[in-house]
């Protein structure tokens, strides 16, 4: 069975949009894991001296590492950064009804 496809500059529905709420909340950790992962990555630029024992395996090994506690951090969801996504995405509470103070017809 095929899925349905919806018209053009249609809204599509929170379940059509990646699952319900699921997937809005794991698009929003997603960014921010990767607001995470340039923040650590810039944290790593910002070294003061030379690295003894540096090597392109060991920078490679470090940016994995850093990839993985980002995804880490946002999963916990500390930040602050997936809810407001979230929250932009969703919308208001109670949809339009509350946004026009009355019912939609």
Known sequence: MTSPISPIGATPTPAAAGGG???L????????????RQL???MRQAKLGDDIFGSSATDNFREMADARTADSLAAMRQFGIADMVERQFR???GGLAARSGGSVQ
């Open 40 to 42: 650590m990555a810039s």
């Open 21 to 23: 709420d699921g997937g």
């Open 25 to 36: 909340r794991k698009a929003a950790e997603a960014f921010e894991a990767v607001i995470l």
């Open 91 to 93: 919308g208001p509470p």
